[in-house]
Nanobody, 127 residues
Framework: QVQLVESGGGLVQAGGSLRLSCAAS????????MGWFRQAPGKEREFVAA????????YYADSVKDRFTISRDNAKITVYLHMTSLKPDDTAVYYC????????????????????WGQGTQVTVSS
């Protein structure tokens, strides 16, 4: 079992930055691919970013590419999402997720790929 706890959300003005953290429990964290998703009110959960178990491969949604950076520290069993140039459209609850089986179909951008989910952290961007 893996437990994921997100932190770092909050209220920020447009153009500002935030860094989200996702702390994981479990000795096998370093072998799991990780992802970040978000869900805005009244909308479907959507993919934001993903990182392979080694950190060597990363994927981003087009809407956040060049603004967000996903990274991980396996020694600290933590994955991060550094968000810059934030926009009101980035307002959502952000969730981290862990994939214990490795990426395959449907792929790192699909929520069905992931086995474990955190409770989420709210990010609100004011205009």
């Amino acid at each position: 079992q893996v437990q994921l706890v997100e932190s770092g959300g909050g209220l920020v003005q447009a153009g500002g930055s935030l860094r989200l953290s996702c702390a994981a429990s479990g000795r096998t964290f370093s072998s799991y691919a990780m992802g970040w998703f978000r869900q805005a009110p009244g909308k479907e959960r959507e993919f934001v970013a993903a990182i392979s178990w080694s950190g060597g491969s990363t994927y981003y949604a087009d809407s956040v590419k060049d603004r967000f950076t996903i990274s991980r520290d396996n020694a600290k069993i933590t994955v991060y999402l550094h968000m810059t140039s934030l926009k009101p459209d980035d307002t959502a609850v952000y969730y981290c997720a862990a994939d214990s089986t490795g990426w395959g179909p449907p792929g790192p951008g699909d929520s069905d790929e992931y086995d474990y989910w955190g409770q989420g952290t709210q990010v609100t961007v004011s205009s």
